[in-house]
């Protein structure tokens, strides 16, 4: 689990102080996350029909790099947690497959520290970028946080009935950092007097 942030957000989307967590998806959150991606107003109108019948399972959790984003909540029965937004990201190939933040969750950075998340995990992984098809209301978003565009990934009728940008996250590798090693300490120099004979 890595403590992304100081700030949660409540049920009615407004900050309060508190930690956002970021940790592995366990099976036991596959219908949240479904839920999450179905009731997302980015794919309300004309996108509704990419969502419509969507399901996170337990098995793609087990099978793919999804981690989430939650906010801890006090309860009578021990802590809860609300999850605010997740990510799934492909190893070979590398694509960030999935991408979501709770509608009540945005505006809050969530998604920029989920894309940091993931850039640390492809960089682990020895990956060197992340492609990502977008959902074109998202273009916007993917740029703000340094995806590069690489093309168009033309519509796919009767799956996908419209054109989508494509991008590039670059993974910047892990540069070794040589250990410091202390400079030998100077010995000063004294001249030594010739000690020979005739002085």
């Known amino acids: 689990m890595v403590t992304v942030g100081a700030r949660r957000v409540g049920a009615a989307g407004a900050a309060r102080r508190g930690v956002v967590l970021i940790r592995r998806a366990e099976g036991r959150d596959a219908r949240r996350l479904t839920r999450l991606v179905r009731s997302s107003r980015a794919y ?23 981690f989430v984003a939650v906010e801890e909540i006090p309860g009578d029965e021990g802590p809860g947690e609300r999850v605010l937004g997740f990510y799934s990201l492909m190893v070979e190939p590398a694509e960030l497959d999935l991408m979501f933040v709770s509608d009540q969750a945005q505006g809050y950075g969530i998604g920029r520290r989920l894309v940091e998340h993931m850039r640390g995990e492809a960089r682990r992984a020895g990956i060197d970028g992340v492609r990502v098809v977008s ?12 995806a590069r565009p690489v093309g168009t990934v033309p519509a796919n009728p009767p799956a996908v009935m419209w054109d989508r940008p494509e991008f590039v996250f670059p993974v910047a590798p892990v540069v070794p950092v040589a250990p410091v090693v202390p400079a030998a300490p100077v010995v000063p120099v004294v001249p030594v007097a010739d000690g020979g004979a005739g002085e």
Do not use: K, N, Q
């Open 135 to 146: 959902h074109p209301p998202a273009e916007g978003f993917y740029r703000s946080v340094g």
């Open 44 to 66: 309300e109108g004309r996108y509704a029909s990419m969502v419509e019948g969507y399901r996170v399972g337990p098995d793609y959790i087990e099978a793919h790099r999804v």
